[in-house]
């Protein structure tokens, strides 16, 4: 997820996000490292608030690179067999 990299970028602080979330500030840092997942409410209360797209918030396309590369790792390994 690259929720911090955009809130840093757009100069937000994570009582900002919060605020935005109705959550507490100690949430955030969990949503940002990855603690505690986002429900998809907040995805899109943030991406909007955010301006940018959800995929973009999950960071969807290199966590589907990455899921891509490890499937064909298992292919691999099957044809080995």
Known sequence: MKLKEIR???GLKQKDIAR???VQQGA???YENGT????QDQIIKLSIA???T???LLDFKEAYKSYTE???SLKKGESGN
Not at 36 to 39: H, S
């Open 8 to 10: 840093i970028k757009r």
């Open 20 to 22: 935005i979330l109705n």
């Open 28 to 30: 955030i840092s969990k």
């Open 36 to 39: 505690v997942l986002l429900t």
């Open 50 to 52: 955010l301006e940018v």
């Open 54 to 56: 959800p995929d973009e």
């Open 70 to 72: 490890y499937l064909k």
